[in-house]
């Protein structure tokens, strides 16, 4: 008898909890389920990006790092490529990828631009050489956009268009 008793009770509370969880996880939108990306602030002892024009980055990253402690770890072997002044955009490349600028209003991530890739690989690709590294293909330029889409551009971008006189 309280066997029938407990499961008549649940049958009846049933259709309420499966409301309570429909709406708390939302079954009907599925990208909630996808992992968001999620904005976090640039920690101090990320030296690579340390000084740079924003404080928030996106996590995960553009290399699929999804925790600090990973971005972290990987970022600090490439401090010494920024050090060696190869180009004044390393920089800003390898941190558009270790630290992605984090926009409220932008859900996807912003890249760097394809000429921003090019321009530092041209610059930086010789001296990794030099010291028996090559050019790494998850830095593959290809996978990049162009510079006609929403992307991080080289800084001197704007001194290459012509200059029009009114």
């Excluded at 429909?22 to 990320?46: M, R, T, V, W």
């Excluded at 955009?89 to 990828?97: A, E, H, M, Q, R």
Aim: glycine share 4%; hydrophobic share 40%; charged share 20%.
């Amino acid at each position: 008898m309280m066997l029938a008793y407990l499961a008549l009770l649940i049958a009846l509370s049933l259709p309420e909890y499966l409301d309570a969880l429909h709406g708390l996880y939302a079954f009907d939108q599925p990208e909630h389920f996808q992992k968001k990306s999620n904005c976090k602030p640039i920690p101090a002892n990320l030296l690579l990006c340390h000084d740079i024009e924003y404080t928030d980055m996106r996590l995960p990253n553009l290399l699929g790092h999804e925790t600090m402690n990973e971005v972290l770890q990987q970022a600090s072997s490439w401090t010494p490529l920024v050090q060696k002044q190869c180009h004044p955009d390393t920089k800003k490349f390898l941190c558009s990828l270790f630290a992605p600028v984090c926009l409220d209003d932008v859900d996807e991530p912003i890249q760097p631009c394809r000429s921003l890739c090019e321009s530092v690989k041209s610059g930086c690709a010789p001296v990794m050489a030099a010291f028996g590294f090559p050019w790494p293909d998850m830095l593959d330029c290809n996978r990049f956009p162009l510079d006609n889409d929403l992307c991080i551009p080289l800084a001197g971008a704007d001194a290459l268009l012509p200059v029009t006189k009114e």
